[in-house]
């Protein structure tokens, strides 16, 4: 269940430039956390609202996770040090789901340690993909070779494996066969990639989106997305919904149309059927999604 824990920090380790993994000591919250579920992270005293961060591992009753260092909130945990306690929120958000036989993992940049959490959870085994902007970015190799039959890494220069983007060897490996599912975490352009290419090939895709955020469960609507709803899809099920109407007005501006969004890309639009177009909220009804179900 998610609740607020107050977690010894194990260890803070810079593992790239500006990138560190915080390992916190929590058996209850280890306990239930999922692949693909996050954590919210009070960052210092003076900042009111919590920092999220995709669950990067679980080991025993110690969680890792893994973040860089971008404005004030994740400054301040950089320099959190073993033995000091950590205030946090969790684990929150919908997991990723699990077929019974083999998947990909796909992570991009930052969206990567979620992603050994998804691997290491795999039921048939599963290969990842990594893709990072240059050599100096790449984290987490050894640790995603040590659950996955094959890595495949990518830079964008070249600078380390394979020069390109993760939908080279996505593309080989849908080719190959064998593949139950595809889920994927990053930017969002690499997402949906990801999810056009295996709309082509008809692998199930599901993705992990990330928007700021504020109360982090379902409270604040900081964190609204437009998604479709699709029979027989998690999120469509619960009343975790709002409708585009009460939305639009309450921001005063987004206007959301189904056709226009699945124009956009060729994902999905052939089963995209007459879904209506809803909002939902990342830090409730995700941040996992079904590929389909997402307004690119
Ligand atoms: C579900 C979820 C999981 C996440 N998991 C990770 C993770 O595993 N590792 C990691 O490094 N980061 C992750 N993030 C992003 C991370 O939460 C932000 O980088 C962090 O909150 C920034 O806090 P700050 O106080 O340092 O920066 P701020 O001062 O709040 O902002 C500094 C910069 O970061 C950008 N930023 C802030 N929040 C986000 C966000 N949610 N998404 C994208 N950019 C943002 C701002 O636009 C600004 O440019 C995740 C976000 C979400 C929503
Ligand atoms: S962050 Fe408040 S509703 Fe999602």
């Known amino acids: 269940m998610p609740d607020i824990y107050l977690c010894e920090v194990a260890e803070n380790n810079k593992i790239a430039e500006g990138m560190f993994a915080v390992s916190v000591v929590s058996e209850d919250l280890a306990l239930c956390a999922r692949a693909g579920q996050f954590l919210h992270v009070k960052c210092g005293g003076e900042r009111i609202l919590r920092r999220p ?135 969002l352009v690499m997402q949906r990639a990801v999810a056009e290419l295996c709309s082509r090939y008809g692998v199930p895709c599901q993705v992990s989106l990330e928007e700021r955020m504020g109360c982090g469960v379902g409270a604040c609507l900081v964190c609204a997305c437009a998604t479709v709803a699709r029979e027989g899809a998690r999120s469509g099920k619960g009343s975790a919904h709002f409708d585009t109407s009460s939305a639009n007005s309450d921001s005063g501006s987004a206007h959301f149309d189904t056709g226009s969004a699945y124009a956009a890309t060729g994902n999905a639009r052939s089963d995209a059927g007459s879904g209506a177009v809803q909002m939902s909220r990342v830090c409730l009804d995700g941040p996992v999604f079904d590929a389909r179900e997402v307004v690119w």
Do not use: H
């Not at 890494?153 to 390109?164: F, K, R, V």
């Open 53 to 187: 961060f995709g669950i990067c591992n679980v080991r025993g009753g110690v969680l890792d996770f893994v973040f860089e260092v971008k404005g004030g909130g994740t400054n301040w945990l950089s320099g959190v040090k073993p033995g000091q306690t950590l205030d946090i929120l969790g684990p929150l958000g919908n997991g990723f789901s699990f077929p019974e036989g083999r998947i990909i993992v796909v992570g991009g940049g930052l969206g990567s340690p979620p992603m050994l959490f998804a691997a290491r959870s795999a039921k048939g085994g599963g290969v990842a993909i990594l893709g990072f902007r240059e050599s100096g970015r790449v984290i987490l190799t050894k640790e995603f070779a040590s659950v996955c039959e094959e890595v495949y890494l990518t830079t964008d220069d070249g600078s380390a494996g394979i020069c390109g983007q993760v939908t080279g060897p996505l593309r080989e490996l849908l080719d190959r066969g064998g593949f139950d599912a595809v889920l994927a975490c990053g930017q």
